[in-house]
């Protein structure tokens, strides 16, 4: 008898509140300068986008559209539309020149779909009502989509309303199903005990109320987590090859080195507060980071997972409390490059070589 291929054991899919997710409307704005969420606004109007230098900006988020490099301003709200929103929406449109403007919110009341339609069809600049749902597989993953709901983006001289609007030729026939989405690729075994590690960690953080919000767990060995702007992000790391974990704050963009250098200033203080022995790599050029790291963990030993997913949750709360404030605050303008020599010296006391990670 042949045997039966493996196949992914199936969810239940359930509809969630986005409140459920994101507490705060600051929650909801940051998350949209996450790669990934870029990545999947982009999909979902058919342009890419790529984060401005300007940020953070309260009450949007600034992108630039990589095809055009025309300015595209995204404002997220968790609660109803109102009137007033919509006048800050096109007050700050016109005082950052945006050429797009993408409006995200849970619904969109028919005064608002209205409204937006109307922008589009009489204005020069491309206004896109989108809505966002909030999905869960089972208890172990979250997944979000964005809907465009409302207005219209061009492509190839054509707009979605128009794309809507048009006829289909006499000749054609319209499925009786839609067609069928692929079947995920089953996960590996590794895949899935990364996803156990985080499920378990994100489980700890949720009853912790620790300070730093989990996303999503995730297949992959690194699992990260929004702080204070884009350009920094926490990172939690698996380790393997070298039975280690670590803990890092990742400084990434034109501006790493500056802020890294500005931010080491302060590494004694920094220390202090942390509490635990620091790894300081300034070497990349557009990549930084401060880490901590446990060694000789047992990964393998899922008993010892709850001390690791501690050990974890303890560091990101340290680095948050410590980094935080700093990183609102740190200006990559106020930084002055040390002449070559006193800063070959200094970097030989401050930055040691990053160690090998899985």
């Given amino acids: 008898m042949p045997k039966r ?98 409006w995200v919110a849970p619904e969109f009341s028919a005064e608002a779909v209205l409204t937006v339609d109307w922008l589009n069809q009489t204005s020069e600049i491309t206004f896109l009502g989108l809505t966002v749902d909030l999905w869960r597989i089972g208890k172990a993953a979250m997944a979000a989509n964005f ?29 009786e199903d839609p067609p069928r989405e692929p079947e995920p690729e089953p996960l590996s075994e590794l895949q899935q005990e990364n996803l156990d590690f985080w499920t378990g960690l994100c489980d700890r953080m949720d009853r912790r109320g620790t300070l730093v919000k989990p996303g999503s767990p995730a297949t992959a060995a690194t699992m990260g987590f929004a702080i204070a702007r884009a350009g920094f992000r926490l990172n939690t790391i698996l380790d393997r090859d070298h039975g280690s974990l670590y803990t890092e704050l990742l400084l990434s963009g034109i501006d790493a080195q500056p802020h890294f250098h500005l931010l080491a200033q302060e590494r004694e203080a920094i220390a202090d507060q942390v509490g635990v022995p620091l790894i300081w790599d300034g070497a990349g050029d557009d990549a930084c980071m ?7 963990v047992e990964l393998d030993n899922r008993d010892r997972w709850p001390d690791y997913q501690a050990w974890f949750c303890d560091c990101l709360e340290r680095f948050y409390e410590a980094f935080f404030d700093r990183i609102k605050r740190v200006d990559a303008a106020a930084y002055q490059p040390l002449p070559r020599s006193r800063r070959e010296s200094y970097g030989e006391t401050l930055i040691l070589p990053e160690q090998a990670r899985g």
């Avoid at 809907?147 to 289909?168: M, R, S």
């Fill in 290 to 296: 401060v880490a901590c790291t446990l060694a000789e």
């Fill in 5 to 102: 291929s493996a196949k992914p054991k199936l969810g239940r899919l359930e509809k969630l509140d986005p409140t459920d997710y994101w507490q705060t409307q600051a929650d909801f704005q940051q998350w949209l300068t996450d790669e990934e969420t870029l990545e999947l606004l982009g999909e979902s109007v058919g342009l890419g986008f790529s984060l401005t230098a300007d940020q953070p900006v309260e009450g949007y988020t600034l992108l630039t559209e990589d095809n055009t490099a025309a300015t595209v301003l995204v404002s997220a709200h968790l609660d109803a539309l109102t009137a007033a929103d919509l006048g800050l929406l096109l007050t700050w449109a016109a005082a950052e020149d945006a050429a797009i403007v993408l």
């Fill in 147 to 175: 809907i465009p709901t409302c207005g219209a983006v061009e492509d190839d001289g054509e707009t979605q309303d128009e794309e809507d609007e048009a006829d289909p030729p006499p000749d054609a026939m319209l499925p």
